[in-house]
């Protein structure tokens, strides 16, 4: 006879259980949303500064957003924007890395309650002894550079073309070289020997520790 009783009773308690999972609170995810911005040196063709370029809107360059040490997402830009959906409360922040220590990154940006926009933008900015000549091309460009150090002593140069992904597509040098003044040429083509679009890609110098970085301006013909 207790039977209807205690399932009812039993079926009572499930019911108030359920109740009591409703009422938690559920954790509110945000987003992070900045813009990346990048800035090239023009060169004549007679290999004399022509000013500044900067390019405010670009697409498809990769940017990583960091919690603690740990990457926790990557996206690529779009009209020079990027965001970040769907994260819990935290302090983190948004980089984007050429190659070695060449880059940028924003300030530490702490989630609390609502979504975040960033208040300073990732700027990358040509840096190192590299000069393109002449910035923007159509067909070829020649890049100069100094390797420095003993003359008696040979370097290891890595010198190459990266897309806007930070991929390679052209080795221009990876050699042992004199300390000296030296010079490359860019075809605008890929390893493959295909002609790349126009638009901007970079130039990069690796030796050891000694990295540099420049934004090519490619034009079409």
Known sequence: MRLPWIRGGMVLGIAAIA?????????????????????????APNGAYAGTKVVGNPDGVPVELVHGTEVVARTTTS?????????????????????????DQTTPMVIARSDVSAADTIRLVSRGDLTPVPNPFVDTTQVYFVVPG????????????????????????NLE??????AVYWSGRDQGGHPMPSGFYWVTYVAGNDVRAHLLFKQGP
């Open 79 to 103: 009209g020079g924007a990027y965001q970040f959906s769907g994260l819990r409360a935290g302090g983190y922040f948004a980089r984007s890395m050429v190659v070695g220590g060449i880059g």
């Open 177 to 182: 070289v004199r300390p000296k003044r030296h």
């Open 150 to 173: 003993d003359t008696t002593q040979l370097v290891r140069v890595d010198v190459r073309v990266l897309d806007v992904g930070y991929q390679a597509i052209k080795d221009l040098l």
């Open 19 to 43: 109740a009591c999972s409703r009422d938690q609170p559920t954790a509110t995810l945000h987003s992070i949303s900045g813009r990346l911005r990048l800035t090239g040196y023009l060169v």
